[in-house]
Structures are given as structure tokens and as C-alpha cells.
């Protein structure tokens, strides 16, 4: 007889209720072996490979990749003895994934028992405090006390009513143990009560209301728990439908917040850059840059923040509660980053105060960190105006929306060789377009322009970064 | 100043290694060793039965069947060399991470997970195999180890204490205590410090400004450096202390320069604090590597004897996992039997509630 076995997220490291999955590195239908990796997990505290706790044939994968999973709920399962012929449906009471403490309190895996079942427990350490755990049954008295839904199979089928095993999300029900054993005695399941105390504790009143004849049992929540299992191309529909959260969710709440709060304008200015791209290849060679990274990033930067400091209005934010322009006199200069797990804009503080070679190491380690994933959330707050470097992608330009919170952001285009009129005469130059979009009820088209043109200018001929510096 | 930045051990006499990592015996002034293949055949084996628990165990944690796990990699021939240095009648004390020092002393390896499981508060007997319990607490087991080799000494036993800690213990109140106290009346102890480079995430310079076995002259003992990763010089070393201890000549400091390969616990994520660079110079340091480059070179073992202990590696690994999955649980109310040795009205009361509540739930599964 094949045996097939469910494997569970566990808490990967003391008090973590749930995780995400990275990457399957096995697919349904592979042989496993013992202790083999089997799925990446990431944590609040980790990424971790989980290697596998069994030997067979993998029969499902539950959850799609970057699906985030509760602990204590089904992974993976396998059968462990390949070489039998039924299908998985025709066991239907694996006990695996066991939530359910043998002993209260305690967690971990017995020994195996005499009749060949075996309860896998895949919660030492979470402890009762997770949340997450399901609650054991009560005593018979609560005739409707419902076997935890997700784990229908260990407490017996006929305990298990109607209503809980259609339970997809734990309810974890807080109550004092004198009114527990009030609900005991009248008979009423505190998984069905909404609590009105402090953090949904179920009270005394709570339950004498609902053993009074005639309520409404409230609905438990649930199905709002259902994990997306959406993120697969439909052949049907052909359309593919992706769960927005993460970045992509902050990303979009922050644009929406600044379109339609902040009137956006966008000028444009075409530059010829060449004598910038020159200076920063001499810059390369000076010994103040070694082990530096010089780009043209770095020159833009520069300009940007000399240009701040000829017009610190451009510097400012729209307090709206307050009634006031905070206008700053520290530059926090965001840099608008692609990192794999979406677009973020950690920020350079006080970068005004710091020297070339300074700036160019903190671009370059802004830069690796946010691409590594490791961005602090301290690097993403308090930003005073941005850089959008759209011109590493190979574009010409764009109309960038503002961080929130700011009035200005600059869209730096790809610098490319073309024709130019440069000394009377048709040359090939390096030419780029800046593009800058600013808060029209702080900056006006005038002081927009001006700082605009200050930019370009800087970087059409670079002494002004001398001359202004 | 450069050296209290990051003091780099040389090659010279104050580092003492016997072993190099690609595998060369070199020999050292003050700590030869005499030793046969048979012996350091014997060590290999230590050193792959070890690091093969640390494996299954880190496993173990992944799968949900350990709360949390110290992992040892890359400090086996610390653990091994000091480990078989003990004799019957010398007492370890031990942080929670000295598994090869268990393995060494005859600790079965699935007695250390209990602890970690959640099943056991302890799980074995210290004075069976001269092994104290893990000690969480950072440092205190020096002071334990102190006291206990003061009482050897007034006693007559003829063993020794040996404290293991980590260099992050080094800053700790109570080692500097245990050094003074050790140091004025001549105690029976050896300080046997993994030097692992990182306590948790805060690195060596944040511990020290000087070599840490050099703070030993302050206390008035002598301290010595060694290769941690090269288990014949951490058997010489520690015999020697060992034997200095014995013999009445009092405390010594024994810093293994080693590196912690793997996370603190298995709930630390070292790559949000170390350069995967340091990681990679680390690996060509591996302690069992070259003590396999020497067998294989030396013609002191061959591929059958690597085989073997690659199969019984994994027979211990078996025993470990089936070990691990069959410990028992302990009754929840047992939470109050060890608090105090003669009872407590207040915990007597405390039980007592705690037994109506639990009984106030239906049986599981039923």
C-alpha cells in the first residue's frame, strides 16, 4: 500500500507564524530523498532551505511560489511507499500535519504507534502563543465543539460538524478559563461568539447573550484565509492572475497617493553631456575614487543637489494638516531602484554633505543593497527628492510621479551618441534628456524651469559644478 | 592598532598549529605531538561522526521536529581536539553548542536534543560522563567550572575542570570573575575559549582590543593561541593544559582561532552581517579536510577506511532521527517539578490550577 504523508510548515525559528515560499526545487512526481531540499522558505528572520523529511515520491505541491503560508499548515505532501498502486484519494483520513498536541501543551512527534500510524508534529517551539495552532477540542459538553478544520482527520469524523469542516483559518478564541467553563456548562462554543472585550476576548456576558434563545450565531471568519492558489495561467481564460501584495502593493498605493494628491507637471530638456561623460572617466583614474564606482549617476547627483541649494523651494513637502511648506534644508536624495522583488526608493541621507567620493560610495552600496533585497526600511523613509535612472533600461525619458512626500523627481534618460550642432558644426555628441516632474502647489513652471535648466547646465558644461560648488 | 582591527594569527610561534589546512604535519617548539595513524584515523572519525549529528540535527530544526539548533560547523576539530583531551576524571562545562565535546565524552547525541525538542530541561546525567548540562546563560559556566575545580583541589581529586566559551563570553562579568578567581587560588582549570569570530552578529573587534588568549597575562596565567581548526595542535594544547592543571600549576587560557560556518542558531540569518567573502577564505581553512589530505597523502588510510566512516556517519545520523522522533514527551504539569528542591506553597497552588485548567479540555484525538 503506498503511504502518503503530509509535511507542514514549521516555525524555521522560534515564533514565526508563517512564511513564504521562494522556490520549489522539486517538482510533483519526483523522487525524494531523505533530507534532500525541497523548498526555500523565507521568514521574518531568514531565507532557509528545507530539507526533506521523508523518502518517496512527491504527490502534491499546496502552495505556489510566493505564496506566503501560515505554520502548521500543509506544504507538501509525499508517499513514502511509491510502490503501491492507490491514489491518494482513497485514503482520505492521513493523519499527518497533526495540529493537535497529544499531550496539552506540549509539542513534538511520538513514537510511531503500534497500529503503524504516525502523528507528525511540525510545531515544536511555536508554543501555544503562535496564534496559529489549532485549539484542541473541548470536553463533550460543547456538543458542536468542532475538531480543528484544517485537520479534520485526527479527531474523529463524527466530531467534526458540518460548519467547522468547512473552516479554512483557525479561530483562535480568547477567553478566560472561568468563562470557558461557563460555556461549558451551557453548552455554547466560543468559536462562534464574537468577543466584545479587549482584543475580541470572549466575556461572561458574551456568552450568557448566546445562550439565550433566539441569536444569530455569528459567522467564524474564514474564507477571506483561502490562500490564492490563482497565480497558474488559465488555458481557459488565457489570462494569468497574480495576487498583489509586497512591493508591488506599496508601490502602488504610494503612486496612487501621489497622482491624485499632488497637480504633477513635467518639463523636459535635451543636453549634450559630453564633456560630463569625459569628466567622469577622468574621475575614474583620480586616486580619491579607487575601489569607487564613478558613473554618470554620480555627476548627475551632484548637479541635482548644487541645484538644490540655488533653489531650496524645489527641497520641500505640502504639509496639508498643518496648512504649511516645509521647506528642508537637508537633502535625503532618493534613488529610484529595480530590485528582483519590485521597485524601491531607498535614499541617501544628508547627501548635500557629503563629499564626491563619499556620495559615489553611498550610490554604489545604496545600490548593491537594494538589489541584494536587503534594504532597511530607515533607508526608504524621510526622502526629500529623487533620481529615476530610467536610462539604464535603454528609454530616452519618461513622466516620473513623485515619491510621496516630495515636489520633485528626476528622470535621467540613456545618454547616446547623435548628431549635434556643437561649436557651429554637425559633431556626434553624447546627448541625454532629463525630464523633471514637480508639485505644481509648491513649485511653479518658473522655478521648475530654472532648476531644470541649472541641471542641464551643470552637466552641459561641468565647471559650473566647480564654480557653484 | 591594525592588530586590534582584526588580529590575524601568523605563522609563527605564538600560533600553534601542527597541521596545515592543505594537510603538511609541521611541528612546533613547545607542543609536539606524538601520535599514530591509528590515532588520527580515530580523530577523523571524531571530526565526520560530529560534524554528521550537526547535519541531521540542523535538518531536524527545518522539519519541525527541533524548536532551535546551535549548530557546530566548522569548529569540530576544536570541539574534537579539546574533547579528546578530557580524561575520565576531568569534568566539561560546556556553552549549548558543544556537541563534539558530548560525542567525545560518550554522550549519546540524541540526549542533547531534548533540550532542544522541548521534551527535556536537561537530559542527561553530568556526572555520568564528566559533562555538565548546556548552559544557556553566556559565560556562567566558567564560574562553575571554577568552583568545581577549587573543590577538586581541596579534595585531592586528581582531574581537572575544563570551561568552554566563545569569544563573545569574553566580555562577559562572570569570565573575568572565573579568570581572578581561578588565577589567585591556582585552580585546576582550563579556559578553553572557540574563538568562532562572531558572537552572534557582533564581531571580534567589538570584543577586544587585544588577542584575547594575551588578556590571560593580566590575570596572571599563562594564554596561548591555536590553530582551532587543526585538530592535532588542539589535542597537544589542551593535553598540556590539562596536564599543567593537574599537576598544580594552576589556570590556563586556550583561545581556538576557529570560525562558526554556519548561523548562530538556526534562527539567525549570518548573511545580513557577514561578507560571503570571509565564509569563502574560512573554507579552504575546513578542520576535516586536512585531516583527511594528511591520511590520504600519508598513506595512513585509503578509500575503504573514508568509506566506512562515511557509512557509520550515517548509521549515527539514523539513530540520531529515530532517536530524536521517539523521545517522550513529558505531562505538562511536570513544568512544576523542578522549580525548587523542597516545594513551595505558592507553586503548590499554581499547580493545582494549572492541573484544573488542562482538565478542562477534552482529551486530544478523542
New interface residues.
Partial sequence: MPTYRDFSLPDLGEGLTEGEILSWLVKEGDAVALNQPIVEIETAKAAVEIPSPYAGVVTKLHHAEGETVDVGSPIISFDTDPAGAAAPDDAPTIQGGDLVPSEPGIVGSPAPTAGGEEKISVLVGTGPKSGKLTRRARKPAAAAAAAPARQPARVSAAAVGARAAKLVGEVRVLAKPPVRKLARELGVDLRVIVGSGHNGTVTRADVEAAASPGRALAEPPTLAAVPSQALDFDPATREQRIPIKGVRKATAAAMVASAFTAPHVTEFVTVDVTPTMDLASRLRSHPDFEGVKVSPLLLVARALLLAVRRHPMINSSWDDAAQEIVVKDYVNLGIAAATPRGLIVPNIKDADSLSMPQLAAALESLVAVARDGRTAPADMQHGTITITNVGVFGVDGGTPILNPGESAILCFGAVREQPWVHEGAIAIRKVTQFALSFDHRIVDGQLGSEFLADVAGMLADPWQLVSWS | MTEALRPQPSEGPEFVQLLTPEGERVAHPDYDLEISDEEIRGLYRDLLMVRRIDT?AT?L????????WASLLGQEAAQVGAGRALTASDFAFPTYREHGVAFCKGVDPVTLLGLF???SQGGWDPYQNGFGLYTIVIGSQTLHATGYAMGLQRDGGDGAAMAFFGDGASSQGDVNEAFVWASVFNAPVVFFCQNNQWAISEPLEKQTRIPLYRRAQGFGFPGVRVDGNDVLAVLAVTRQALARAREGSGPTLVEAWTYRMG?HT????P??YRLAAELETWKLKDPIERVKAHLSRSGGADATFFAEVDTAADELAAHLRAGC????????ITLFDNVYAEGSSLLDEEREQCA???A???A???
Fill in positions: 541531521e535538518a530544526q527545518r522539519q519541525g521536529e527541533l524548536g532551535l525538542r522541548g521534551t548561523a538556526t534562527s539567525d540569518d548573511t545580513r522522533l521517539a523521545l517522550p514527551d513529558p505531562d505538562p484544573a485548567y488542562l478542562s479540555f477534552a486530544a484525538g478523542h
